[in-house]
């Protein structure tokens, strides 16, 4: 194959699909509350720049209230006769409890709502050049084969597909390290002086609690790599709909990492040039060149120009 695409939220948002974070936080105001509420609890106030960068923000959960929470409700009564044991865990239990309900009870209401997604508009319908071509989405949304006629076989979508038995990938991208960082400076231990093994068990449990929520790229790429190494031979790559974040780089570098950078050809999509820089610093550290890559505005490329 000659011709990759690789699709992010942007194109079917370009289809005037309801798929941006704030139009899922809309849904759940009008379907199930009580998540918002569980979200709000669990990240404090999320103002509309938090929700545009929702996947992101599932890292920065308050977890040093969480733990001193779970920590005070459960600390145990060592002069008690009931004691035993396992109550030196019952801190730690609770505050992996709370994480864990809390974010499956997000996931939930996110498979729902993305279940529930209506499709595209056709008269948003790009070029694209289907022959001798493979697509790679990022997207849950069959965008590809309900509005273009795309075979199955041809689409990889590499976070799930939703009306599937899919699993849908979502989740941040920030390491385990910084998540403990966050959490010393919220919330200190000083484990010579005061703060015990109750309370250290609970705050590792709350870093691994957020952590688990880590989007797992490398073993996702793994699990394609037969499917990676078949590009070997692609010349022209499009990136559409992609505001080139952090978590997703890593499979970009693998698709170039199989091709021989010094001949392809790039054509990136950039709504309003918001991501510009972006896109340049990810060209220029990956050593493409400037006369290798265009950057075009979707709208542009229309079949039914008015």
């Not at 009870?105 to 948003?124: P, S, Y």
């Not at 499009?238 to 890593?250: A, I, K, M, N």
């Not at 021989?260 to 493409?288: H, L, Y």
């Amino acid at each position: 194959m000659k011709h990759l695409y690789i699709l992010g939220n942007g194109f079917d948002r370009h289809h005037e699909m309801n798929t941006g974070y704030l139009q899922f936080r809309e849904w759940l105001k009008e379907i199930n509350m009580p998540v918002l509420y569980t979200i709000d609890e669990l990240f404090g106030y999320c103002d509309n720049n938090w929700w545009q960068h929702f996947e992101s923000n599932l890292a920065t959960a308050i977890t040093s209230e969480i733990v001193q929470e779970k920590v005070r409700e459960n600390y145990p009564d060592f002069g008690s006769d009931e004691f035993r044991d396992r109550d030196w865990y019952d801190a730690e239990y609770a505050v992996e409890n709370k994480l864990s309900d809390a974010y499956s009870e997000i996931r939930e209401a996110f498979h729902q709502w993305v279940a529930q997604l209506e499709m595209g508009n056709k008269n948003k319908k790009i070029e694209l050049t289907t022959d001798d071509a493979a697509f790679l989405t990022f997207n849950y949304t069959s965008t590809l084969q309900t509005l273009y006629g795309i075979d199955e076989d041809k689409v990889l979508h590499i976070h799930g597909k939703a009306g599937t038995d899919d699993e849908l990938v979502l989740g941040h991208g920030v390491s385990e390290d910084d998540i403990e960082e966050i959490l010393e400076r919220d919330y200190p231990i000083d484990e010579e002086n005061g703060d015990d093994y109750v309370t250290q068990r609970a705050n590792n449990a709350a870093i691994s609690g957020v952590y688990n929520q880590r989007k797992k790229v490398d073993e996702i790429i793994k699990k394609h790599e037969e499917w990676f190494s078949s590009l070997k031979d692609v010349t022209n790559l499009y990136f559409y709909g992609h505001s080139f974040g952090e978590v997703d780089l890593p499979y970009f570098r693998k698709i170039l990492s199989v091709l021989n950078k010094k001949n392809v050809q790039i054509e990136v999509s950039d709504f309003n040039g918001e991501n510009r820089a972006s896109i340049d610093t990810f060209m220029q550290n990956e050593g493409i060149g400037t006369e290798q890559y265009s950057i075009i505005n979707l709208k542009d490329k229309l079949l039914n120009k008015m």
